[in-house]
Each structure stands twice: as structure tokens, then as C-alpha cells.
């Protein structure tokens, strides 16, 4: 490791927990140190020592425009020196959610967050609120937030209860969380018809983000649309990670399966600390202060900074030209990745969806967190380690996904590949 961030990470470790504020910085799943960050250039990230990486994890989704866009970075100095925080209503705010409301159609009414985490929060508050039941159903590799209803694990039986997957979980919370295996839809009938009357909701990521990069099945989120309006569950789509990436309007856009509520974050943010849920003008108009007066609420959401940043950054999405170009950049990794699989006599699954992708150790499909646990993450790790040297910052752990931006050139690609390909034939 560098010198510099070995220093900066010794000090680290001393003060803050694993040395990280969030632990999937932390290299646990590869072993050593993270590298600390500089600063970063568009598709580039600097290290402390100065060297420079092509950047895939892309502050894990944010950055759909690379570090420091100038448009961006000018937002956010424009309403950095008309005050940074107000506790009361700007209009930017205003323009933030017409702007959600324009691109996800879905969306009728929103509310501005701080984080992802507080949007599938407070999202899974109102369905329970809207509906007057307890239990929720998730999915088996699908990632929340770090809210104590999402931090259970599956029982022993895909009907059985859940278990707390933290400390400090309570048993009893777990006991309303219901968690299934990903792109089974069966298994929701079943578990719906096992708890009638008591499921207030359905979460899921439409592409799940969380286990690398998982698409759901032909008919699955037709299926979940079903099920939950036949038995008025509200069906939570979560496109923290998919929302502004897979298409505009999302994962739902593209997919063509329309949720009742939505959590946003990440790309909304623009970078800054943003989360947001909406949906249905009926279900929304129950929370605080309307209606029954649903609880949620934030001394800094809306804030104007963020604001700024996640408009600026949405309203770039917006011109012609940018989602082709998002596509051509994420296929054009994927056919590359698996063609150099191919060249080195191995099947690996490359699984892609707009911008987002992953190269699985597994051979054959991965559908499901029970085929993306077979993944080699041994050998993940020393494939992680020779991109590094080679100059491709990538997630540090198998079960993520390749952000590639919109700024992302051709150079960096062509790039990627070589160095993928030649850092996947000095680990196979
Ligand atoms: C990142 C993520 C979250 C949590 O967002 P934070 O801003 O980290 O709290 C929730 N859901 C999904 C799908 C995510 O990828």
C-alpha cells in the first residue's frame, strides 16, 4: 500500500471505527488498506500519492458525471454564498421536486431526505401508516439502508420468520420483516397468502445493485405489481442506485412496471448527502402535515447545497444524447469484459443493465443471491489487486457493481479493457 494512505489509514484507525465512515470503504472483503483519496478529475480519482485510477465505484453511483463537473461544482458555489442552510422552504427546493416529478412519472409528490437509508425508512413508515399493517417483505441480497426493519436475514425457510442480521436488532422487528429469494415470485404468493391482511409492503430494488448487479426475470416485477395490487400492498421500488441510471424515469421506465412509491438517493444528490421517497399523490398526502400526519421530517433535507447539486446534475441528464452515450460506455465494457473471459477459456457471467455492471466469478446465470455466493472471492480479490496496480479503482468486493459515468472516454475504456484483460490473465 501507499505510503500516505498507510499514515492517513494508521491515524484513521485510531479515531473512527475501521478506520472508515461507512464500512464498504474499508478493504475487508480483499484484505489491506484502503487507498485515501485526493481528489478526483471527471472519470479520474487521485490518491494521496499521487497516483491516478480510473474510477468505477464513482462514490458508489453518485458521481453520473465524474468528480468535480464544472456545472455542478458552480451550483453548488451559487448557493454556497446565499447561505448554506435555512430551515425554511427556497424555491430551488420546488424546482428539485418538479424535477423528480417530470422524470419519474410515478411520482406525484416527493419528499427530500438526507440518504437513501432515511428514504427506505420513512418510505416503509407510510405504506405501514397508509395501510394500517406491521409486516414487509424484502428480498435476499437486496440492500436498504441500515434501518433496522431491512437488517434481517431470511429464516430457515423461505416462510419462516426472519432473524436479526446486526446486533442491536431487535427480535421483534425482525418479526415483521419477511425476506425472500430475489426473482421469485411464487414465493411472495405464497408468503402474502400466509400473512393475510398483514403485509403493508413490498420493497425491492428493480435491478438489484446491491449483489453486484442482479436483472430481474421476465415477469417478475409484473408479477409483484400483481400480487401486491390485488391485495393492497403498497410495492416499494427502490432505485437508489437504479433511479436516474438504468433510464430517466428508472428501472420502472424501463422495465414498464409502475411501483406506488419510490425511493431515491445517490445520483438525486448530485454528490451531496440527498435521499428522496415519492409516489402516489393519495398515499404521499398522508404524511406529516397532512392527511394522518404520517411522521418525517429534517432539519436539512431539502437542503439548498444539495439541492443544487442533485439539480444541476439531473437537469444535465436531461439533454439529448446522454443515456446512448451511458449505454454505449456500459455494453461496450460488458461485451469487452466477457469477450476477455472468453479469450482466457473461462464462462464467467457479465451481468449489465444501462450503467451499471458486474463480472461474477461464477460460471453460468446469476439470478439470485444463492448463485452470486458461489462467486470465487478469492480469486475475486487478487483480480481486485492487479486492476489497482494497473490503474482501475473498482469496488472492493464482489458483490458490487462497475459505475461507469457519462464522462467516462473512450480512452478510459479502451483502457479498462486492456488493463482488465491483462490484469484477469495474471490472477486466472
Ligand atoms: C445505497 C443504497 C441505499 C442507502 O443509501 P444511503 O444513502 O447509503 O443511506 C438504499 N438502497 C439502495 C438500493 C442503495 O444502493
Known amino acids: 500500500m ?39 478529475r471527471a472519470a479520474h480519482l487521485f490518491d494521496l500519492d499521487g497516483r491516478e485510477y480510473i474510477d468505477y465505484v464513482c462514490s458508489w453511483g453518485p458521481l453520473i458525471f465524474g468528480h ?35 422524470m419519474v412519472p410515478s411520482i406525484e409528490m416527493v419528499r427530500m431526505v438526507n440518504s437513501g437509508t432515511e428514504a427506505t425508512m420513512s418510505a416503509v413508515r407510510v405504506a405501514r401508516g397508509y395501510t394500517g399493517r406491521d409486516k414487509i417483505i424484502k428480498f435476499e441480497g437486496c440492500w436498504h439502508g441500515h434501518g433496522d426493519s431491512f437488517l434481517i436475514k431470511a429464516g430457515s425457510s423461505a416462510l419462516t420468520l426472519g432473524a436479526p442480521d ?38 425491492v430494488e428493480p435491478v438489484a445493485g446491491n449483489m453486484g448487479t442482479v436483472l430481474p426475470c421476465a415477469g417478475f416485477l409484473e408479477s409483484l405489481r400483481q400480487i401486491t395490487r390485488d391485495h393492497g400492498i403498497v410495492l416499494i421500488f427502490d432505485e437508489v442506485i437504479t433511479g436516474f441510471r438504468v433510464a ?5 421506465q424501463r422495465f414498464g412496471v409502475t411501483p406506488d412509491l419510490t425511493c431515491l438517493g445517490k445520483i438525486v444528490g448530485g454528490g451531496l448527502p440527498v435521499g428522496a421517497y415519492g409516489g402516489r399523490r393519495e398515499i404521499m398526502s398522508e404524511v406529516s402535515p397532512m ?21 444541476a446534475q439531473l437537469q444535465m441528464l436531461t439533454e439529448p444524447g446522454v443515456y446512448e452515450r451511458l449505454e454505449q460506455v456500459s455494453v461496450t465494457l460488458a461485451e469487452g469484459m466477457r469477450d476477455s473471459v472468453r479469450r482466457l477459456g473461462r464462462r464467467f457471467a457479465v451481468n449489465q443493465v444501462g450503467a451499471m455492471l458486474c463480472l461474477f466469478f461464477v460460471e453460468g446465470e446469476v439470478n439470485d443471491y444463492a448463485a452470486v455466493t458461489r462467486a470465487d472471492t478469492d480469486l475475486f480479490r487478487r483480480y481486485f489487486w492487479a486492476c489497482l496496480e494497473r490503474g482501475l479503482y473498482l469496488a472492493p468486493s464482489q458483490f458490487e457493481c462497475m ?26
Do not use: K, W
Open 2 to 40: 501507499s505510503d500516505r494512505s498507510a499514515q492517513a489509514y494508521s491515524q484513521a484507525l485510531q479515531y473512527i471505527p475501521g478506520g472508515v465512515n461507512s464500512p464498504a470503504r474499508a478493504f475487508g472483503a480483499v484484505g489491506g488498506g484502503p487507498r485515501f483519496v485526493s481528489h478526483g
Open 68 to 102: 468535480a463537473h464544472p456545472r455542478v461544482v458552480r451550483a453548488i458555489q451559487e448557493a454556497c454564498e446565499r447561505g448554506t442552510s435555512f430551515g425554511a422552504p427556497t424555491e430551488l427546493e420546488v424546482a428539485m421536486a418538479a424535477q423528480v416529478c417530470a
Open 166 to 203: 446486526s446486533p442491536g436488532v431487535p427480535a421483534s422487528v425482525a418479526a415483521d420483516t419477511l425476506t425472500l429469494p430475489y426473482n421469485d415470485a411464487d414465493a411472495v404468493a405464497h408468503a402474502v397468502a400466509r400473512n393475510p391482511g398483514q403485509v403493508a409492503a413490498v420493497i
Open 248 to 252: 430517466p424515469g428508472g428501472a420502472q
Open 291 to 311: 392527511g394522518r400526519r404520517i411522521s418525517q421530517a429534517g432539519t436539512l433535507s431539502g437542503n439548498p447545497l444539495a439541492m443544487a447539486a442533485g439539480l
Open 403 to 428: 459505475f461507469p459515468s457519462a464522462v467516462h472516454s473512450d480512452d478510459d475504456i479502451e483502457a479498462t479493457l486492456r488493463a482488465q484483460y491483462e490484469a484477469l490473465r495474471a490472477v486466472l
